[in-house]
């Protein structure tokens, strides 16, 4: 039998949750918990951030002055800083000169003014941490080689090649001399190729200088033909690009003996910018070797192109320079190039039972001379002598002004990045003085762009104290020889890729972590993307973990599985905050055509996957105020600065924001279960993340640093952090190292679940082989039973072991109940959980789609929910739920399109607030319908009920009570009046919001409301900004009784509604809608609503007129005009706007804009079911 706490109402309509701005519903915060303080006034950490894009040296104290005021007015709470050169011609500050820094402390002076908080990337550009004065030895560092076959039998004194370098900078490691075959013959070597640029020689000639390019290789077809003149043997190739342009290569390797019939040998694909690509095949003997290469852009084109500037002419070729093309007739390893870090993938484990012995090396560095000479005796045979060394990588930082530009510093030397530290953050922490860990209160490392360095100075070092043996015997496996066998050099490379894990975590993540707080500040990053990384440990690392989401017109978020990584490192290494660089946008989803309410979906879809601060990509720093629209980031972001049309009116939709962030950042994350991502480094969660999902359960991914500080207790996996989990998932477990099986089995002995596959040994050559039997021992106890591809389970201890089970049955199983279970209605819904100290808060949304009907089961027992509305700031009680008898409580609701709402159970026993005297009593839970809408009013502490009736009927309304389900009914009849249309004339005006040159649009008497671009005048049809409306309607008289909602139909894009001269509320989200029944009056009344639109019909219309720039083919600036540079005025062309990136022409289709309607009234009845003094239902 299932007890009721709920309304029923037996004839009601259902309709959507209850979004209506009211002046009438503030509620009493007198005895309000902590919880509900920080959701009615947010505080400054609760609220959204911008990328600040300073724009190459275009700055002014006037803009500086006026960006931040317009932060600090519409409720920004912070800026992390990034200068620029992206797109945008030079500005007269060069960066870091004493004048850019005079600027730099200004802005932080101001910002501590207007109570800002300020973030500065840790270099110029936005990728990595670099500038000019990192000189090629601090630089990151890549390991080269050289090789020379030469006849043993006695003694040598050779020139060894030097080995391809970069910047005139090279040092040695260690030569090894490596059994070989005879040298392939190269004397009489021809070399072919399309669309030649550099003669073919240079792809042999050890050099990166030259390349051969190939040129459009997306629209054509281009090969190289290697001509030996004679049958020679390979097996393999090694083809190392100099430059990559934007897109991706397909390629493919052929033979043949007459240049006419050729055979494929392998497929191969080059990544973009990818540093080389490592092919090896079985023994092949031909004469042509020929490669055939294809090209694919990476630019994702939209299914329908919304205006003409997208042109797929428009975008990059793609280019294929390459350096270098290298033959091999000996054995090398199968991806080397991936698996010793020259270039990302997501490694693979390595693979047991290739033991097959190589040719022992010798290492003769010691017969190395400075100059380059070798004098050594080489037994009989033909030896190739391995020369290995590193040199810069000569990546430099990403896209930054020109005075900041330089290499990029080591990731792997704490040492060096100190250095770079004191160059940049170090000087301006000093020249702001106090300001230094307050209002500069960080430093930031963007995503991983940089490319690889595999070598440091220090790495022997690291490497040896991280593993316990050298790995200078091993470096031939580096540059893909094979060492002893091919199993130890596999080995041995993950010991590589872990320790380099580990080695940039601490020394570059961390050690960059370490120095912001000797000055009181903290480090933000963007600890993902193609690097050496273990992610989760690198954000683990920082003190603000960050994930990025782009949006596009189909709603298309990128990386999808960023936001719950940085999610899952900040509540497992026990991070408050995690932001998000939000909405970075592509130009067809850019290009100012975004606003709150087609942001809002993607927004509140990564609030559900764990993100709980925003920060906006992006805003370009304007430095001047009286140009509109003004300097972009290119055509990338969603434009938002202070120019925007819409900018003063999107603070209510940043107090949404700040509501929502303030309870996400409360209290901690709730899981069910826990994945484990594997030992491997770098792993690529994209890979599984969505086969470990299960429908009404939440989890966190867990990496080999954080499932060692696992514990069992009280039935669960407990962190230090306080993270509980009820289940451990493995994946990537077929290896596993001796410390982490270890854990497992500890775990499991204790009363532990985990479901995963059999580990079959160790990957790492640390106590190998004896490893491998360790961890076959323990697995073999843990895994007793297990058959490969069957299911099946094993208790050990007081714990047990799940594999090859769906994730879904292992729970049922434990017999948990899902944390949020839905109906059919609500599949769609996204949801989080956290837990205070005074409640738990769920937080549920909704991409694009309506959701009616929704019937939504949380796991809480005996407390009454209450819906949180972040769009009005309500705290409400729902009329309609119940209270299961499994421990569960159902909660009924509807959601708009793209609608969201938290559901939080209070742990206290929340008494209805007091009324105040002379104040209406305030709504403290409301159940709405479009029939009829059911609310609880607070009376003296007491409790009666209300109905709020839309439609005329009568209505029976059943309250069920208690155990003994006591009902309590009443039937009403309602007569509600007809919805009433506002039909008067309205006069539309157009302030001179942004002091146009030419002359607006006179006033307007509108007799028919419709979207501006139908208008006949070219000034409204084109008009971008806000158009005010008036008209005075006149109402009969009306019963206390009888209220309303004034409902304004179609609305584009936002709404501002003062009634008799009261400012209601900003709408910026359907349904466009305000309850005005505490300022309606009968008789005559004065409406004003003020719409804005995008800057695109004005952007369309000047399109018309003489351009103020050159244009790029994609609408950028190709410079600055000389009137600008001189400071003159605005040339008089007719345009109205004035911005770098100008992509509309005149015959893109216009946006619908202004009041569009219909604009009515709706009444409703309000009245008392039952009163306080006849049923008390504080007992509900």
Do not use: C
Not at 939 to 955: C, M
């Amino acid at each position: 039998m299932k007890k009721f706490k709920s309304l029923i109402i037996s004839t009601a309509i259902a309709g959507l949750l209850n979004t209506v701005p009211s002046v009438a519903m503030a509620q009493n915060q007198s005895g309000a918990t902590e919880l509900e303080q920080a959701f009615k006034n947010p505080a400054d950490q609760a609220k959204p951030w911008v990328y600040w894009f300073w724009m190459n040296g275009n700055l002014s104290k006037e803009g500086i002055t006026a960006d931040l005021e317009a932060m600090s007015r519409v409720g920004i709470g912070g800026a992390l800083i990034m200068e620029v050169n992206f797109r945008t011609p030079a500005g007269k500050y060069a960066y870091l000169s004493d004048e850019w820094r005079e600027l730099f402390k200004f802005a932080m002076s101001e910002a501590k003014r207007l109570k800002l908080k300020i973030i500065k990337n840790n270099d110029a550009g936005w990728t990595g941490s670099g500038g000019p004065w990192v000189t090629p030895d601090k630089s990151m560092q890549q390991l080269t080689f050289s090789e020379m076959v030469v006849e043993g039998g006695g003694k040598f004194d050779l020139s060894l090649p030097m080995p391809p370098h970069n910047l005139n900078h090279y040092q040695d490691i260690a030569v090894f001399a490596v059994p070989a075959k005879p040298a392939l013959p190269t004397k009489l070597l021809e070399i072919t190729t399309s669309g030649i640029t550099y003669p073919g020689a240079s792809l042999i000639d050890n050099k990166f200088a030259k390349a051969v390019t190939a040129n459009d290789i997306k629209t054509k077809k281009h090969w190289i033909l290697f001509d030996y003149k004679q049958p020679v043997e390979i097996q393999a190739m090694t083809i190392v690009p100099k430059i990559q342009s934007r897109g991706e290569v397909f390629g493919e390797l052929l033979v043949s003996n007459d240049n006419k019939n050729f055979t494929k040998v392998k497929d191969f694909y080059i990544a973009h910018k990818s540093e080389r690509e490592a092919l090896t095949f079985a023994p092949v003997t031909a004469r042509y070797f020929r490669i055939n290469l294809r090209g694919q852009g990476l630019d994702p084109q939209p299914k329908k192109p919304k205006f003409n500037f997208w042109k797929v002419e428009d975008f990059p070729e793609v280019h294929l320079h390459i350096s270098e093309i290298l033959f091999h007739n000996t054995p090398r390893l199968d991806s080397w190039d991936e698996k010793a870090l020259f270039v990302y993938s997501n490694a693979k484990a390595p693979e047991f039972g290739q033991t097959n012995k190589a040719p022992e090396f010798i290492n003769i560095t010691q017969h190395l001379t400075q100059d380059g000479r070798l004098q050594v005796s080489l037994p009989k045979g033909y030896w190739n002598i391995l020369r290995i060394g590193h040199t810069s990588s000569g990546q430099k930082n990403n896209p930054p002004p020109k005075a900041g530009e330089g290499l990029e510093i080591s990731k792997l030397n704490p040492q060096k990045l100190k250095f770079h530290f004191d160059n940049l953050i170090g000087k301006l922490v000093k020249d702001v003085g106090p300001l230094a860990g307050d209002t500069l209160m960080g430093t930031h490392i963007d995503s991983w762009e940089v490319k690889f360095d595999n070598w440091d100075d220090t790495l022997p070092a690291e490497f040896k104290q991280r593993t316990g043996y050298d790995m200078i015997p091993f470096l031939p496996a580096t540059v893909g020889h094979i060492v002893k066998s091919e199993e130890i050099t596999e080995r041995f490379l993950w010991d590589l890729r872990r320790v380099m894990a580990d080695v940039v975590a601490d020394n570059y993540y961390g050690k960059m972590r370490t120095l912001a707080a000797e000055h009181g500040m903290q480090l933000s990053s963007e600890a993902y993307l193609y690097g050496p990384l273990d992610s989760l440990q690198a954000a683990g690392r920082t003190d603000i973990p960050m994930n990025e989401f782009w949006t596009t017109d189909d709603g298309y978020e990128k990386p999808g599985y960023s936001a719950r990584q940085a999610a899952s490192a900040a509540h497992t290494y026990g991070k408050k905050i995690v932001a998000a660089e939000a909405f970075t946008a592509v130009p067809f989803s850019a290009s100012w055509s975004n606003h709150p309410y087609t942001l809002k979906g993607l927004g509140d879809r990564m609030f559900a996957r764990g993100t709980n601060r925003l920060v906006f990509h992006r805003w370009a720093m304007q430095p001047w105020t009286d140009r509109w629209p003004g300097i972009t980031f290119g055509p990338y972001g969603f434009n938002y600065e202070r120019t925007l049309t819409w900018f003063e009116q999107s603070k209510a939709w940043l107090t949404y924001l700040s509501r929502s962030q303030a309870l996400l950042q409360s209290g901690q994350f709730q899981a069910d279960y826990a994945v484990f991502v594997g030992e491997s480094a770098p792993y690529d969660i994209a890979s599984f993340h969505d086969k470990v999902k299960v429908k009404g359960y939440n989890y966190d991914y867990l990496n080999q640093e954080i499932i060692r500080q696992l514990q069992f207790k009280d039935g669960q996996l407990v962190l230090p952090t306080g993270m509980q989990y009820k289940l451990l998932v493995l994946k990537n477990s077929s290896v596993m190292t001796e410390k982490t099986i270890k854990k497992l089995a500890e775990l499991v002995k204790q009363g532990a679940v985990i479901l995963g596959e059999k580990p079959q040994g160790s990957p790492t050559l640390v106590n190998y082989p004896q490893s491998d039997v360790n961890v076959q021992n323990i697995a073999n106890k843990l895994w007793a039973n297990y058959q490969q591809g069957q299911a099946g389970s094993n208790t050990y201890g007081k714990g047990k072991v799940f594999w090859h089970t769906d994730i879904s049955q292992v729970i049922q199983q434990l017999n948990l109940t899902p944390d949020v279970a839905f109906n059919q209605a609500g599949q769609n819904i996204e949801w989080l959980h956290r837990q205070t100290k005074d409640a738990d808060v769920y937080f549920l949304s909704l991409f694009k789609a309506q959701a009616k009907g929704v019937e939504a089961t949380f796991r809480i027992s005996g407390r009454q929910p209450e819906f949180w509305d972040a769009y009005t700031g309500d705290i409400v009680k729902p009329a309609k739920w119940r209270a299961n008898d499994n421990g569960t409580t159902t909660v009924f609701f509807d959601l708009e399109p793209s609608g969201s709402i938290f559901v939080v159970f209070p742990k206290h026993n929340h008494k209805i607030a007091h009324a105040q005297g002379g104040e209406k009593p305030p709504v403290v839970s409301v159940q709405p319908q479009t029939g009829i809408k059911t609310i609880i009013k607070g009376t003296d502490h007491k409790t009666s009920v209300t109905a709020q009736i839309f439609k005329s009927g009568s209505y029976q309304i059943n309250l069920a009570e208690g155990q003994q389900q006591t009902p309590v009914s009443t039937t009403i009849n309602a007569k509600v009046p007809a919805p009433i249309n506002i039909n008067t004339p309205w006069q539309l005006s157009f302030p001179n919001q942004f002091a146009y040159k030419q002359q607006l649009p006179q006033t307007q008497t509108v007799k028919t409301l419709k979207s501006w671009p139908e208008f006949n005048d070219n000034k409204v049809k084109y008009f971008s900004g806000t158009g005010v409306y008036t008209t005075t309607f006149t109402i009969d008289s009306f019963s206390k009784e009888q209220k309303h909602l004034l409902d304004l139909g179609n609305v584009q894009v936002i709404a501002e509604v003062i009634v008799n001269g009261v400012e209601l509320a900003t709408l910026w989200k359907p349904p466009y809608r305000v309850d005005v029944s505490e300022v309606l009056k009968p008789g005559k009344n004065q409406l004003e609503v003020r719409v804005t639109n995008l800057w695109i019909n004005r952007m369309i219309g000047d399109a018309a007129y003489p351009d103020l720039f050159e244009r790029t083919p994609m609408g950028g600036s190709k410079g600055f005009p000389d009137w600008l540079l001189n400071g003159e005025p605005v040339p008089e062309t007719g345009r109205t706007t004035f911005s770098t990136y100008h992509p509309y022409q005149i015959n893109d289709p216009l946006q619908p804009s202004g009041l569009i309607g219909p604009v009515k009234l709706i009444p409703y009845i309000e009245q008392t079911l039952l009163s306080s003094k006849t049923h008390n239902t504080n007992n509900r």
